[in-house]
């Protein structure tokens, strides 16, 4: 056996939206140029998708990373705060329900307060799980505070994440890499060639040039040109769990800054409004198959409020994603690599996760079959755990207006989100696994929101004093309340602190 080493020592990335830039952002921090040269090659005719502007709390660990100023990211991509999502209409119409960052705990451990929580409703008593959140107290009140600078009261345990236009966030993260000493190419790619070996070897451009490199990152979109038109990886659709499959986008003037994504259900799929500092994203995520582009569009326009800033725009999508993710001597990253539609917000974090278990994995020229497997299957556990949080939101429906609704009544649950459920409706917690994204916190609001609730709870609890614990809670509610009244308003804080740059307007 060959063990000596064989350090890569270029390293080609094809595109240049956001998947794309955060590789070679990573790439560039993380190596200095004598170590590994990184080229991009993108296409500004060609473009990018263009949308993707809800991030969840560890997109901010990224920026840390990076060593990224977070106000400056924030003024420079005239971001928001976001502290969880509102969901609207989906349980029953006219109901909605809010997922919050960080904790609900009361200042307890939070298994001891879910279950007492549990515990005082058995009992009678009306405590709203919500009330005890403090990223939901915040956003209900449209007020903000950096949960960093509130640590001594119950703000300090809210977590948040940003609303970002998509496009300055690339911009930014270019800028990055490239004084990183990334290289940028524009062209077109035509041609890809690989060895004999299957290895991906070169890449042709529109004129002529070759680029040659040891590895390969594929974060090419929908497109998937190296993963799967050179190398052939198959996709996994899981459109029969997620039947929806076109979005309809339109940008329009600001007219509120709320700390918070809106998601309202509608008659065949959802609708998700995002405010930015200097306008707001709307987009109606629809099943193809119950509604019409024509029908999608009028759903859309009498949604959004303020002056149209953007023609809508129709995105096609399939949801899915590839089992091989990483194949030879290429990675695919981004919509390259798979999709779940964006209601919890995750395509950006699945991008980041990929270059977090990459750089876990880093191989040699040789990319042994052991790292690859080991990405592959860890990626796959990440993606289908989102998955499986994001159609219980669906399925949970009580809705049976629409044959949209109807459909998720009858709809055949992964296994894997069945058991999760039986054990969250026996037991109010997640089967242990590693290292989850949505922890059983989250799990706890949208399935409370969506009228799941435990009907036990943990006889453990019962060695505590039900009129201490709701002692306790009064105690809690009132700090809670009394600390928010006194933030600013989302706007006020933002114009304060970190308003956006007046030369990316
Ligand atoms: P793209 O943005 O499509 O970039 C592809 C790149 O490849 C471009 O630079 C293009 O020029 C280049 N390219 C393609 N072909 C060639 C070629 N032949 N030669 C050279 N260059 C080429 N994510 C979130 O985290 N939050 C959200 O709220 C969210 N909302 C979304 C809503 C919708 C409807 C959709 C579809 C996606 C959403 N996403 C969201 C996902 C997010 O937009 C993407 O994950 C993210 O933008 C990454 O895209 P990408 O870089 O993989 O692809």
Redesign the pocket.
Known sequence: MNTSMQPIRKIVI???????WIAAAVLGSQFSREQLQVEL????E??????????IPPFLELLQSLNIDERDFIQQTQASFKLGIEFSDWRVKGESYFHPFGTISAGMDETVFYQSWLKSRQLGDGYELQDFSPASVMASQKKFMLPQQAQQSPIGEARYALHLD?KLVADYLRRHAENNGVKRTE????DIQCRQDGFIDNLTLANGEQIHGDFFID?????A?LIEKTLGTDYSDWSHYLPCDR?V?IQTESTDTPPYTRAGAKDAGWM?R?PLQRRTGN?Y?YASKFCSDDEALQTLLAGVEGKHLTEPHV?P?RTGVRREGWKANCLS????SG?IE?LE?????L?VRGMVHFMRNFPDRRCDAALVREYNRRMLMDYEEIRDFIVMHYCLTRRDDTPFWRWWQQMERPQSLQETLDYFAVKGELPETMDPLFAAVSWRSVCEGMGLRPQKYSALIDKFDPAVTRAHFERYLKAINEVVQKLPGHAEFIQKNCPHSQETA
């Open positions: 094809v595109g240049g939206g956001s998947a794309g090659v993108e296409s500004e060609i473009g990018t998708i263009g949308v993707g502007e809800s991030t998509a062209g077109r790619v035509t974060c090419s979109g929908f497109r040109l979005a986008t998700w995002i987009g995520v995105i999508f990253l981004g919509l390259a999709f964006p917000s995750t395509a950006i974090h991008v």
